[in-house]
């Protein structure tokens, strides 16, 4: 899998940065029987990712056991979340939706937590939250900016040979 975060305005010209990272420093933990996660991005139980995004964003890999049940616990922030599902099936509160593989779900949490049971043959499930950054999203290609005018002078700047403008960071985990 993976995942793509657009910073705020102001932040959205600040040297770039690539972090690959490789399945051994990705941290995982049985947080409840039967249920394992992985923190890709953001927090769970004590688990902390080792990569940690300019914005506060949640990107966790759950692997459930069948029958298995969790209630994670997100910053008040991360009002909001999706819940993909690539194998299995589960139910998803507060509205007790059952999501399979190949579907996704929008939810609204309820407090803080998002609670959580497996299917008969378990789940897995990627959880994606955030907080909204309330401004207009306008992408095209590969380039996601705030309005049309900063998509038509990105593509001005690529054409030009302008467009990097920072020397971006790789890391490798």
Known sequence: FQCWETPPKAQKMAPPA???ISAATIPTKEVAPGVTVKVIAGECADLKAVVQPIVNIQYIDFMCAPGAEFS???????STCVVHVYEGEG???????????GQAALMSKEGNNLDFKAG?????FLCLAGQ???EKIVWHGPFVMNTQEEIMACFKDYQNGTFIKHKGVYRRL
């Open 91 to 101: 139910t998803f509160s507060p509205l007790k939706r059952s999501v399979r593989a």
């Open 132 to 134: 909204p950054i309330g």
């Open 72 to 78: 994670h616990r997100m910053a008040d922030e991360l």
């Open 120 to 124: 008969p043959e378990g789940v897995s």
């Open 18 to 20: 690539y972090s690959d």
